[in-house]
C-alpha cells in the first residue's frame, strides 16, 4: 500500500529518533573503559598481580628481571626491585601488601619487603620455572608452583622449604590456599585441579573434568564451593565437601583467563579473551556479558561495585575498569 508525504515523514522521524536515543543510551551506558595503560618494563611483562587488601597498587614481573610496584592509576612506578639473574614469572602480595614473593625462570623465589625495598629471603628448590605463587591467607607460610611438576609450601620464618606436593605430570599453573587456610588448591598444564591437604600433607582429591590446562581457580566467599577456568574455554563449579561437579558454564569462544566471585556469592566473573562473562550455577545462567578490550589478561577484582582487571602485552601493562552495579540478578 503506497504511503502518503507525511506518513512516510513520520515513520522516518520515527526511526531517526529511535536511532538517536539508540546512539546517546550506547553512549552513556559504556561499561567498561581503559584507566590507563603504562610500560611496566624495559622488555616484556610477564606477570601481574593486583593487591586484594586495597585494590590500589599493582606488582608486575619481567624479562628485563624486575619486580616493578605501582600505585593504580599512576604513570610512575612507587618501586623497582633488582636482584633477580632471570625473568619473573609469577608474582603475589600477602594480604598486608608489605611482602611480594617473585618467582623465577630459575626457579629461585625471593621474598621482598615493600616496605624496606629489600629481599627478605631467597628460596630454591625448583628445578625449573617458578611459575605461581601464592601467600597463606594467615600465617607466615606461602605456595609455589613450578614447570617443574611439583607444589611447594614455604615457611618465611624458618626460612625453607617444608612441603613438597607431587602428583601433577606438567607445570603448575595456578594455586590457590582455601580461605580457611586449610587447604591448597593447585591447577595444571596436565588439565587436572589437585586439593591438598596442609594438615595430614596428602592430596585429598582430583578433579579431572577439564579438557585443557587450568589457568585460573577461585573459592566462594562464604561456601565450600570452587571455580575453575581452564583453555578448554569452559568454567566448572565443584562442591568442596562432597568433591562432585556441579556444573559448567561454556565452552566460550575463548579460552578462560580469569575469574573472581562476587563478594556477595551470588555470581561468579569470567575474563575472557576480549570479554566478560557473568555466570551463575545451579541451574548454569550466563547474566551478562560485557566486551572489554584486555586481551591477554592477567588479574581480576572487584572493589566498590567496580571491577577492576589488568592486562600485558609485551612491555605495556593496561588497567581496565568495568562497572559490574547493573549486572542481572540471578534471583
Same mark, same amino acid.
Given at each position: !500500500?503506497k504511503?502518503?508525504?507525511?506518513?512516510?515523514?513520520?515513520?522516518?522521524s520515527?526511526?531517526?529518533?529511535?536511532?538517536?536515543?539508540?546512539?546517546?543510551?550506547? !553512549?552513556t551506558?559504556?561499561r567498561?573503559?581503559?584507566l590507563?595503560e603504562f610500560?611496566?618494563?624495559?622488555?616484556? +611483562?610477564?606477570c601481574?598481580?593486583? %593487591?586484594?587488601?586495597?585494590?590500589?597498587?599493582?606488582v608486575?614481573g %619481567?624479562e628485563?628481571?624486575?619486580?616493578?610496584?605501582?600505585?593504580?592509576?599512576?604513570?610512575?612506578a612507587i618501586?623497582?626491585?633488582? %636482584?633477580?639473574?632471570?625473568?619473573?614469572?609469577s608474582?603475589?602480595?600477602?594480604?598486608?601488601?608489605?611482602?611480594v614473593?617473585?618467582?623465577?625462570?630459575?626457579?629461585?623465589?625471593?621474598?621482598?619487603?615493600?616496605?624496606?625495598?629489600?629481599?627478605?629471603?631467597?628460596?630454591?628448590?625448583?628445578?625449573?620455572?617458578?611459575?605461581?605463587?601464592?601467600?597463606h591467607?594467615?600465617?607466615?607460610?606461602?605456595?609455589?608452583?613450578?614447570l617443574?611438576?611439583?607444589?611447594?609450601?614455604?615457611?618465611?620464618?624458618?626460612?625453607?622449604?617444608?612441603h613438597?606436593?607431587? $602428583?601433577?605430570?606438567?607445570?603448575?599453573? /595456578?594455586?590457590?590456599f582455601?580461605?580457611?587456610?586449610?587447604w591448597?588448591?593447585?591447577?595444571?598444564?596436565d588439565?587436572?585441579?589437585? +586439593?591438598?591437604?596442609?594438615?595430614?600433607?596428602?592430596?585429598?582429591?582430583?578433579?579431572?573434568? &577439564?579438557?585443557?590446562?587450568?589457568?585460573?581457580?577461585?573459592?566462594?566467599? &562464604?561456601?565450600f564451593l570452587?571455580?575453575?577456568?581452564?583453555?578448554?574455554?569452559? +568454567?566448572?563449579?565443584?562442591?568442596?565437601?562432597?568433591?562432585?561437579?556441579?556444573?559448567?558454564?561454556?565452552?566460550? /569462544?575463548? $579460552?578462560?583467563?580469569?575469574?573472581?566471585?562476587?563478594?556477595?556469592?551470588?555470581t561468579?566473573?569470567?575474563?575472557?579473551?576480549?570479554?566478560?562473562?557473568?555466570?551463575?550455577?545451579?541451574?548454569?545462567?550466563?547474566?551478562?556479558?560485557?566486551?572489554?578490550?584486555?586481551?591477554k589478561?592477567?588479574?581480576?577484582?572487584?572493589?566498590?561495585?567496580?571491577?577492576?582487571?589488568?592486562?600485558?602485552?609485551?612491555?605495556?601493562?593496561?588497567?581496565w575498569?568495568?562497572?559490574?552495579?547493573?549486572?542481572?540478578?540471578?534471583?
Amino acid at each position: !500500500m503506497k504511503q502518503s508525504l507525511p506518513t512516510v515523514v513520520f515513520s522516518a522521524s520515527l526511526w531517526f529518533l529511535g536511532f538517536v536515543f539508540s546512539f546517546i543510551s550506547a !553512549m552513556t551506558t559504556k561499561r567498561a573503559y581503559k584507566l590507563q595503560e603504562f610500560v611496566a618494563h624495559s622488555s616484556s +611483562v610477564n606477570c601481574l598481580k593486583i %593487591g586484594r587488601k586495597s585494590s590500589r597498587v599493582l606488582v608486575t614481573g %619481567g624479562e628485563d628481571h624486575k619486580v616493578n610496584l605501582w600505585a593504580i592509576g599512576k604513570p610512575n612506578a612507587i618501586l623497582s626491585l633488582s %636482584g633477580h639473574t632471570s625473568g619473573i614469572d609469577s608474582v603475589s602480595f600477602d594480604s598486608s601488601e608489605v611482602l611480594v614473593a617473585a618467582g623465577a625462570a630459575s626457579g629461585t623465589i625471593k621474598l621482598w619487603d615493600l616496605e624496606e625495598a629489600k629481599i627478605v629471603r631467597t628460596l630454591t628448590g625448583h628445578r625449573s620455572n617458578c611459575i605461581s605463587v601464592d601467600f597463606h591467607p594467615f600465617g607466615e607460610f606461602f605456595a609455589s608452583g613450578s614447570l617443574d611438576t611439583n607444589l611447594k609450601i614455604w615457611d618465611i620464618r624458618k626460612k625453607g622449604c617444608i612441603h613438597t606436593y607431587k $602428583g601433577h605430570t606438567r607445570g603448575v599453573n /595456578t594455586i590457590r590456599f582455601t580461605p580457611d587456610g586449610r587447604w591448597v588448591v593447585s591447577g595444571g598444564e596436565d588439565n587436572i585441579v589437585k +586439593v591438598w591437604d596442609l594438615t595430614a600433607g596428602k592430596l585429598l582429591h582430583d578433579f579431572k573434568y &577439564h579438557e585443557g590446562q587450568i589457568q585460573c581457580l577461585d573459592f566462594h566467599p &562464604h561456601e565450600f564451593l570452587l571455580a575453575t577456568g581452564s583453555a578448554d574455554r569452559t +568454567v566448572k563449579f565443584w562442591d568442596l565437601e562432597t568433591f562432585e561437579l556441579i556444573g559448567s558454564a561454556g565452552p566460550e /569462544t575463548t $579460552g578462560v583467563r580469569c575469574l573472581t566471585f562476587n563478594p556477595d556469592g551470588r555470581t561468579v566473573l569470567c575474563g575472557l579473551h576480549e570479554s566478560l562473562k557473568v555466570f551463575s550455577w545451579e541451574p548454569i545462567r550466563c547474566h551478562d556479558g560485557v566486551d572489554v578490550g584486555w586481551s591477554k589478561l592477567s588479574d581480576l577484582n572487584i572493589h566498590e561495585g567496580k571491577l577492576l582487571g589488568c592486562s600485558y602485552n609485551q612491555s605495556c601493562v593496561g588497567v581496565w575498569v568495568v562497572d559490574i552495579s547493573v549486572e542481572t540478578s540471578p534471583y
